[in-house]
C-alpha cells in the first residue's frame, strides 16, 4: 500500500486518462458477466430452439439481465418467428465481443498512456535529484548503482503500473461483476462463492511479502552488476595494461551468482503460488460443481440457471489468477521505488537558504575568512585565510592532500565551510542562491570532462545558445581551432566518451574554449600540465593565460614554474596555509615552496636514472 501511496503524485495528474480508462473497465466486467449470463440460456436454446428459453426460468420467471428490459421488447422478442430468433443470440454474442473488445482497447491503450507518463516523471524527479546532489553524495555510492535506480528500477516501476495496478483495478471489477450476477441469480450459492473467495486471495499477500523481499535484495545485486560492468569498461584500458581482465571477470561472476541466487529464490515462490492457486481453485470448482448437481437432482431446478451459474464462477478464476500475477509486478516494483525514492527523498547537503538572495555581480573581492573545513569528522583545513582581489591570479601550492581542490571546491559551494566564512562582495556565499554563485564562476578541472557529442556542443556547453561565430572565436583563443578543423568534420565531429577521440592536451583546450564562452569573472583552475608533452603544454599554456586574462582566478598549480607571475601564491601543509606571497619572495624563505620548487625544478632538469640489476 505504501508503494501505492508513492505514486499518487505521478497518477494524480493522469486523472481523466485513468476515468476513461476505469470507465472501460466497468464496460469490460459488465460484458463478461453478460457472457457468463447467456452460457445457459445458450445452450438450452440450442437444444429446443425456443427464444423463450433464452428470456424465461424453467417456471416462467424472467431472467435476472432481462427485467430491465422494457416489458415490450420482452413480447417483441418472444414473437419472434423461428428464423430471426435462430439469428438473435449469435447476433447477441457479436455485439457483446465488439462492446468488450472496444473497451478493452481502450482501456489498454489509456493505461499505457498512463503508465509511460509515470515513467517519464519518475525517471525525471530521479535525474533532477541526482543532479542536485553534492559531491559528498556520490563519494559514497557506485555510479552504476546509481545507473540502475534511474532506468532498471524506473522500468519495473512502470511494469508495476501497467501490469500491476492496471489489473488490480480491472480485474476485481470482473470478479465484482461476476459476483452481483451471482448474486441476481441465486443469492444463497453466491454467498457460499463469495465465501470461498476470500480464501483463495489470502494466500496471494503472503507471497507478495516474500517476493518484495526477494525482488529488493535481486535489485541490490542487479546495481553491482551495473557498477562492475560501469568499472569495467570506463576503465578498459586500464584493466588491458594491467591485464586483470580475469580479475574483472571474477568481480562480475561473484554479483552475477548473488543475482542468480536471488532470482532462483523468485521463480520458486512463482512456481508454489501457482499449483497452490490452482489446487485451491480447483477445491472450490469441485465443491460448487457438486452443489449445483445435488441441487438440480433434488429441487427439479432449471440446468440453464446453474449452468449460467457455474460458468460465472468458473470465469472468477482467470481474473482471480491474473491477480496473482499481478503481485509480481508490485512486489518487483514496490522493491525498486523504494531505491529510485531513495534517491528523490534523499536531501542534498547544499541548499539554497530560504531567505537566500541572487549574488549581485562580481566587483571586489572573494575572502576565506578562518575557514575550517571537516569531511565525516576527519579534519581536512584549518585557519584558511586568503583573498583573491579583482583581477588578481592566486595560486595554492602543496604536496599531494595538503588541500588545495578542497579550497577550491568550497568556492561554488560543492561543499560547505565547517566554520569560518567565504564571502565574496561582503556576502557570505550560504546566504545566496547556488544558481546566481555558480553562475559568476567558471571552473576548468584536471579532469577535464567532455561528453559524447560534437565539438562544437562541448565548446558551447555553459551557453547553448552562442553562435558558431562566437564558439570559432573562443577556439581560437584557446588555440584550438588548428586541430579541430584537422578533425574530419571540423566542429561537428563528435569526439567520443568523455572525448577518448583527442589527446589530452586537444581536451583540456576545448575546456578552456568552454571556459572562455561562458566568459564569468570568477576562474577556478585546476592546471595539470604535468601529463602533456612539451608541444601541448606549450599550447595549453597560452590558452590558460588567454583565459586568465581580466578574470578573478584560484589556480591549483601542479607545476610551479607556471605560477612565477602569480599575485599570490599561498602554500598549505597538512591543511594550513604556511606560506604566502610572491614566486620571489617565497624562494627567499627558503621553506616550504623552496623545497618544493626546488625538488620539481630537479626532476625538470635532470633524466630519471633508475638502478641497473646487477
Known sequence: MNFLKRLLPYLKPQGGTLALAYACMVVLGITTAFYAFLAGPALKFVFTGNITDVLR????????????????????????????????MPLLIVITAIIKGFAQTGQFSMLGRVSQCVLRRMRADTFDALLRQSPSFYSKRAHGDLLSRLTHDANLVEQAVFYG??????????????????????????????????????PLARFARWLKRVSRRGQDYQGAINTTSYEALAGVQVVQAFGTEANERDKLDRAADRYYRQM??????????????????????????????????????????????????????????????????????????????????????????????ALPPFTDRVEFKNVTFAYNSTPVLEGIDLELRTGNVVALVGSSGAGKTTVANLLPRFYDVTQGSLTIDGHDIREVTLASLRKQISVVSQDTFLFNTSVAENIAYGQPDATAERVREVARAAYAEEFIRALPKGYDTEIGERGVMLSGGQRQRLAIARALLRDTPLLILDEAMSALDIESERFVQRAIDALMVGRTSLVIAHRLTTIRRANTIAVLQGGRIVERGRHDELLALNGEYARLYAMQFQQDEKPETLPVPE
Open 165 to 202: 495496478c492496471a489489473p488490480l483495478l480491472r480485474e476485481p471489477l470482473v470478479v465484482v461483476f461476476l459476483l452481483i450476477f451471482c448474486f441476481l441469480t441465486d443469492s444463497t450459492l453466491a454467498l457460499v462463492t463469495f465465501v470461498t473467495v476470500p480464501l483463495a486471495v489470502l
Open 57 to 88: 426460468s424453467s417456471t416462467g420467471e424472467l431472467r435476472s439481465v432481462w427485467t430491465w428490459l422494457p416489458n415490450d421488447w420482452i413480447v417483441s422478442i418472444e414473437n419472434l418467428d423461428r428464423t430471426w430468433a435462430l439469428l438473435t
Open 264 to 357: 532462483l529464490k523468485s521463480y520458486f515462490i512463482r512456481a508454489v503460488r501457482t499449483p497452490t492457486m490452482e489446487i485451491m481453485g480447483a477445491l472450490a470448482l469441485a465443491g460448487l460443481l457438486g452443489l449445483l448437481g445435488y441441487w438440480v437432482q433434488t429441487k427439479n431446478a432449471d440446468p440453464a440457471h446453474f449452468i449460467s451459474f457455474f460458468v460465472a464462477v468458473v470465469m472468477m478464476y482467470d481474473p482471480l489468477k491474473k491477480l496473482g500475477n499481478v503481485t509480481d509486478y508490485l512486489a518487483n516494483g514496490a522493491a525498486a521505488s523504494d531505491r529510485i525514492f531513495e534517491v528523490i527523498d534523499h536531501k542534498p547537503d547544499i541548499i539554497d537558504q530560504p531567505n537566500a538572495i
